[in-house]
């Protein structure tokens, strides 16, 4: 007999009573007892607590010894970051492996006798067990705009969704226009016993690979126009009050940044740093072990989240590939022309657990550009109930965009002094079964809030675009193509395919776009999808569109999987999360069932919102 473990018990086999109540008897007995009485089993650890396999109302305690946990269960939770990271060692499989062991199951299953005769009774026949083939086409990278040692725009051409830091600077640094060198702070924190050396030799050593990491990180820094001292402050912390009063100190004397070397892949300690820094002060966690092993790539990915956090920003578009006139990097000063301004903007929800879905709320984060060139975002946090009316069905239409998209405009305005021509909307985490709902409240929220952000007479042009990476779709390259695959033996970066396997009635105008080179395992397409298109852009305007946008991702010198702004907005709701860590795991460690109130999301939407209103456009989340 299987039964689901609710609860952990605080009283043991020889405390915990209950009552039996028959015709021929009525009285009280120990769960100890019970066990030798009836089943002639003589617990051996009468002293452990008992599982609770009933409900709160109606409790059934079971000792330990005699249960056993049943094989091949599904994980309820999220997983940690070790779990995460073997689940995707695990799933990284070649595309070339791929393809062969995909095309061993379908004729394997299509000439099973079982099988056949199962997909007989539903009418399936005449399966052509060979892989579809499809005409794909291969979208031209954009031009990035950087600049070189003399302050002039330098061309970089990436190639196989790649590019390298060499002759560029930042396109622009908050140090660029600074006299001197800006202070900032390097903490070392040694919060776990056993973690710290332990001789002197091993000090020495720990010492050595810090100050080496350090000198590396700064000799980058100044090459890429970031001005910072030669010799930071530095901190040892070994207790959380220490922690907290440094980043205190470093706000007050107006730090540019705190790099901050952490241990290990430790949540609790992140997130004690960024609850008591985001939005006020720039930080920038690392891990020990690459302080121990970094090389001039890894300084150089540190180097471009600490620009953009510190209010910088790593490079621009050339030209966005749109029919309209905007706002190019190549004309800038007294000479520019007026031209149209765009706004992109990214909206993502992520849930709860499922076993902690009644305690915890949904987070739906929102962010906007707030530059000419669509490079500099804003964020807006959103915490609303996950459930979608009473079903169980989670929640993906965003409660409060309204509001959020108001907020974003009116910094975007306050910006550039524009309010932008047309919003550019890449929404994630909507199913298809959704997308009525979503244009039906959504994209009129998002008209509303333009309303509310200037007047009844601003009617920008949406285009809005849903972006889906829980599907099943894959590509391989032909044997007539193979020269044309990465070196991992995927489909080039800028592959999209808008024929034969989308939609047969072109209701939502979708293809698949793989823009991005996977490292590893066979590359998995984005889907998109049209809800909204207004200023009527045709489907190769919007595909290299959204191409062009996965080159400006802050955090490395690749093109990412998704848009930019779509890609933010699910970092902006995993950093409002950290933000509430110590708050959920008190909830979810209460024994008995905790329910959302009305006043726990108004707390919530305090923490992830309201209080950072005056530093919207902070980048923290990078």
């Known amino acids: 007999m299987k039964r689901t473990v609710r609860d952990i018990g605080n009283k043991s086999a020889s405390q915990q009573t209950f009552q039996i109540d028959t015709e021929n008897e009525k009285r009280v007995v120990s769960v100890k007892d019970y066990f030798l009485e009836r089943y002639d089993v003589k617990l051996q650890y009468s002293d452990l607590p008992l599982l609770n396999v009933g409900r709160p109302d109606k409790p059934v305690h079971l000792p330990i010894e005699v ?41 394997h299953e299509y000439n099973n006798k079982e099988s056949a005769s199962f997909m007989k009774e539903f009418g399936i026949s005449g399966i ?30 990436p190639e196989g969704g790649k590019w390298m830091m060499k002759q560029q600077q930042f396109y622009n640094t908050a140090t660029q226009n600074s006299k001197g060198y800006r202070m900032w702070a390097l903490m ?31 000799k980058f820094l100044h090459q890429l126009n970031l001005a910072v001292d030669d010799k930071p402050v530095r901190w040892s912390c070994r207790h959380p009050d220490e922690v907290i009063k440094n980043l205190n100190d470093a706000k007050s004397q107006g730090f540019l940044f705190v790099l901050i070397i952490l241990p290990g892949k430790d949540s609790d300690y992140y997130s004690l740093v960024k609850r008591h820094s985001d939005r006020e002060l720039p930080t920038q966690c690392v ?26 920003t790593n490079t621009v578009l050339k030209s966005l590939p749109v029919p309209m006139e905007t706002y190019t990097p190549m004309e800038t000063g007294a ?12 909206a993502d929800v992520t849930h709860p657990a499922p076993q902690d879905r009644d305690a915890i709320p949904s987070i ?15 964020s807006v946090s959103k915490a609303q109930l996950n459930r979608y009316k009473d079903t169980k069905r989670n929640q993906e239409v965003i409660l409060e965009i309204r509001d959020a998209v108001c907020k974003l405009l009116r910094r975007f305005h306050q910006n550039t002094q524009l309010f932008p021509k047309v919003l550019v909307f890449y929404r994630d985490g909507v199913s298809e079964s959704q997308f ?21 007479d601003y009617q920008p042009k949406i285009v809005h675009l849903v972006v889906q990476k829980r599907h099943h779709t894959r590509f391989f390259v032909t044997e007539e193509d193979k020269s044309m695959a990465t070196k991992s033996g995927n489909v080039p970066p800028g592959t999209v395919v808008d024929t034969d396997i989308v939609r047969p009635d072109g209701k939502y105008n ?14 998995k397409p984005a889907h998109y999808c049209l809800l909204a298109n207004d200023p009527k852009w045709s489907p190769e305007v919007l595909q290299l569109l959204s191409y062009h946008l996965c080159y400006i991702y802050g955090r490395c010198c690749r093109s990412v999987s998704i848009p930019t702004p779509v890609y933010y907005a699910h970092l902006v709701a995993d950093r409002s999360r950290t933000h509430l860590q110590g708050w959920y795991r008190d909830r979810v460690s209460r024994p008995s069932k905790t329910i959302l109130t009305s006043e726990d999301l108004k707390y919530i939407q305090h923490e992830v919102e309201a209080k950072y209103d005056d530093e919207l456009d902070s980048m923290y989340f990078i």
């Open 67 to 107: 249960c056993r946990i049943a094989a091949n269960q599904p994980i309820q939770r999220k997983l940690n970051e070790n779990e995460t990271s073997s689940v995707i060692k695990f799933a990284a499989i070649p595309p070339g492996d791929r393809q062969a062991y995909l095309s061993w199951l379908v004729g």
């Open 128 to 157: 052509d067990t060979a892989m579809r083939e499809v005409k794909g086409v291969i979208l031209p990278p954009p031009e990035l705009v950087y600049k070189n040692k003399n302050n002039t725009n330098f061309i970089t051409r």
């Open 188 to 218: 070392d924190v040694q919060m776990r016993e056993g973690r710290f050396p332990k001789n002197e030799r091993e000090i020495e050593r720990y010492q050595q690979d810090i100050s080496q990491f350090q000198g590396g990180l700064i």
């Open 287 to 312: 891990q020990l072990r690459i302080v121990q092993n970094s090389n001039a790539q890894t300084l150089v990915n540190i180097a471009l989240k600490i620009n953009v956090k510190t209010g910088g």
């Open 335 to 346: 000479g520019r022309k007026i031209r149209d301004a765009i706004m992109f903007l990214g």
């Open 364 to 378: 739906a984060a929102i962010v906007g550009s707030i530059d000419l060139y669509g490079t500099r975002y804003a």
């Open 436 to 456: 009525e709902e979503v244009c039906r409240t959504e994209i009129d929220e998002i008209r509303r809030a333009c309303w509310d952000a200037k007047n009844k």
């Open 510 to 523: 979708d293809y698949f776009l793989t823009s991005h080179e996977a490292i590893k395992g066979t590359a």
